[in-house]
């Protein structure tokens, strides 16, 4: 056995590089440095929660609201490329889609004020060869 002088327990002497180093050290090495204290996060962490939590949801929200309005576009696209009608729409011309008594749909170039068909709504092609609704004014009675 090798006769070592052991330090103290108060003496901080780091055997593996032969050097004293309580300064380097990231707590108290000794009964007269401060306490260690730690610091009440949960403020904090309860005011960062909210905050966070509110982006969430508010990011929820707004993918919530554009899929709602993809599927809308869906929907539309898929009601108007599948009603009756025999020209070539013209992208960016207005057209209006109505119902017939035997419940098909089909397209028409006659606006809704004159006519006295079933309207659904008023649509225009865009470049992209995606039908936009389009806000129009109904026919008044």
Same mark, same amino acid.
């Given at each position: 056995?090798?006769?070592?002088?052991?330090?103290?327990?108060?003496?901080?002497?780091?055997?593996?590089?032969?050097?004293?180093?309580?300064?380097?050290?990231?707590?108290?090495?000794?009964?007269?440095?401060?306490?260690?204290?730690?610091?009440?996060?949960?403020?904090?962490? /309860? +005011?960062?929660?909210?905050?966070?939590?509110?982006? #969430?949801?508010?990011?929820?929200?707004? !993918?919530?609201?554009? @899929?709602? =309005?993809?599927?809308?576009?869906?929907?539309? /696209? +898929?009601?108007?490329?599948?009603?009756?009608?025999? #020209?070539?729409?013209?992208?960016?011309? !207005?057209?209006?889609? @109505?119902? =017939?008594?035997?419940?098909?749909?089909?397209?028409?170039?006659?606006?809704?004020?004159?006519?006295?068909?079933?309207?659904?709504?008023?649509?225009? !092609?865009?470049?992209?060869?995606?039908?936009?609704?389009?806000?129009?004014?109904?026919?008044?009675?």
């Amino acid at each position: 056995m090798k006769n070592e002088s052991k330090k103290p327990d108060q003496v901080v002497f780091n055997d593996q590089e032969g050097k004293y180093d309580a300064a380097l050290k990231p707590y108290a090495t000794n009964l007269g440095a401060p306490a260690i204290k730690i610091d009440d996060i949960t403020t904090w962490k /309860n +005011n960062n929660v909210h905050k966070v939590n509110h982006h #969430f949801k508010t990011k929820f929200e707004t !993918l919530k609201k554009e @899929y709602q =309005a993809m599927m809308d576009t869906f929907e539309y /696209n +898929n009601l108007i490329y599948s009603a009756k009608f025999s #020209f070539e729409p013209v992208i960016g011309e !207005l057209y209006h889609l @109505y119902r =017939a008594k035997n419940g098909d749909s089909f397209l028409s170039i006659i606006s809704p004020a004159e006519c006295s068909w079933d309207f659904i709504g008023s649509f225009s !092609l865009t470049t992209d060869k995606l039908w936009e609704r389009v806000e129009s004014e109904t026919p008044t009675d």
